[in-house]
């Protein structure tokens, strides 16, 4: 079965610090994987993907993510995060034999205090 | 417009009586989606269409849901019936059709309260 972990309900940085939201999957094809963030009373908005290549990809506001095939995680990451930064992240997974569904983990809400 | 776009953005109805959302994807856009969004939980799978046809529905939750979109743009999501745990935000996304390697772009969404 097709599924994401989101571990952690929360976390909290200090703005500067380096941040990393968690995430590991399950699928039963190849993973397809994405990032997408959540502002209050805002639809989720599309940060970064995982297809296939370079385990590190790149994505909007500064964002990464590394892909570790072995671990089945996609961990998001930040060098330095920003008060702007606080917000909803959502880790989702799409499954290369059956692409028809995204499935979305459950939301880890980052806090990043000045 | 530029993005997807939900409507209402808020509706508050009363148990029992029926309800449509509308989602209007982005233009040129082939592949559609709704999602149900429940306070504190990630987005839930309800429906895809390519076009017009709805390809996969499996995450309609029973027959009290259904959702059109007859000229494969707009599409409306119907629920007869309203009952308290239909309370939630429904979302919907679009994507241009890239098989597995597209992202969906997301609407705002419609907040659906049941009194």
């Known amino acids: 079965a097709q599924s994401v972990a989101q571990p952690e309900d929360q976390v909290n940085v200090a703005e500067g610090n380096p941040l990393t939201v968690k995430c590991t999957y399950s699928?039963?094809?190849?993973?397809?994987l994405f990032w997408y963030v959540q502002y209050p009373n805002r639809g989720l908005q599309f940060l970064l993907k995982?297809?296939?290549?370079?385990?590190l990809v790149k994505g909007s506001y500064g964002f990464e993510a590394e892909f570790n095939k072995s671990q089945t995680s996609f961990h998001l990451k930040k060098p330095s995060a920003l008060v702007s930064d606080s917000a909803l992240y959502f880790c989702?997974?799409?499954?290369?034999?059956?692409?028809?569904?995204?499935?979305f983990g459950s939301g880890t809400k980052l806090n990043v205090k000045p | 417009g530029a993005g997807v776009s939900q409507t209402p953005s808020n509706k508050v109805t009363e148990k029992g009586k029926y309800v449509e959302l509308r989602c209007d994807p982005i233009?040129?856009?082939?592949?559609l989606y709704w999602y149900r969004q429940s306070l504190g939980q990630g987005p839930e799978f309800l429906i895809y269409?390519?076009?017009?046809?709805?390809?996969?529905d499996s995450g309609l939750p029973n027959d009290r849901f259904f959702a059109v979109r007859p000229e494969g743009s707009v599409s409306t999501l119907k629920i007869q019936r309203t009952e308290r745990g239909d309370s939630a935000v429904y979302l919907c996304?679009?994507?241009?059709?890239?098989?597995?390697?597209?992202?969906?772009?997301f609407g705002e969404g419609s907040r659906l309260t049941v009194l």
């Open positions: 233009s040129g856009h082939t592949a």
């Open positions: 995982y297809i296939t290549g370079d385990n």
């Open positions: 996304a679009s994507s241009l059709f890239e098989g597995a390697t597209g992202e969906l772009f």
């Open positions: 699928v039963s094809g190849n993973p397809y």
């Open positions: 269409f390519q076009g017009t046809g709805a390809a996969d």
């Open positions: 989702a997974v799409r499954d290369g034999n059956n692409f028809n569904k995204f499935y």
